[in-house]
């Protein structure tokens, strides 16, 4: 279950809507299914004997790809992204969102079919941009059941000027 969302301050003193996502633990098939949708069909993925063979280290077994923890960092916190852009648009007055304009992404380490995640989210005003609208970001810390980070990327999205 997500917590409540709390507010921190950012480097440069605005405020920074935080929270923390449910947990969701990688399976085999998630990867697998993942791999087969977008098409991934390099042998890091699809050939566990070349894996097992050529792939260094803890990554010569089965892995999760890094498209696939973008999408389930994004998804850990789909339920309560409202809330937060909500949060924002009462102190800053957000308009209609624009979109997503941007996306930002490190991965740290790998993640495995067992390994449970969740998201540690972050969302702040970046700036205004020279038409009036707002540039949003979504910082997501991706976590494994370690507290390891796995990924961090940011989401930046637009808005247009209140009306």
């Known amino acids: ?30 990867i697998v299914t993942f ?15 070349w894996v097992q063979e050529a792939m260094p280290g803890i990554h010569n077994k089965r892995f999760a790809p890094a498209p696939l923890l973008i999408s389930l960092g994004m998804g850990l916190v789909a339920t309560s992204v409202s ?12 308009g ?14 790998p993640a495995f079919p067992g390994d449970t995640l969740h998201v ?3 969302a702040g005003v970046d700036r205004k941009t020279s038409k009036a609208q707002t540039l949003v970001d979504l910082t997501h810390v991706l976590k494994n059941q370690r507290d390891d980070t796995v990924a961090i990327f940011t989401e930046k999205l637009l808005f247009d000027p209140a009306a």
């Open 120 to 122: 540690e989210l972050s």
């Open 83 to 94: 809330e937060v852009v909500n949060a924002i648009s009462e102190e800053e007055k957000l």
């Open 35 to 49: 791999v087969n949708l977008v098409g991934l069909h390099e042998p890091a993925f699809i050939d566990m004997e």
């Open 96 to 109: 209609a969102f624009h979109g997503m304009v941007g996306i930002e992404a490190k991965v740290k380490s």
């Open 1 to 30: 279950m997500a917590e409540q969302m709390r507010i921190a301050k950012g480097k440069n003193g605005q405020n920074l809507y935080c929270q923390t996502s449910h947990r969701r633990t990688i399976t085999e098939t998630d």
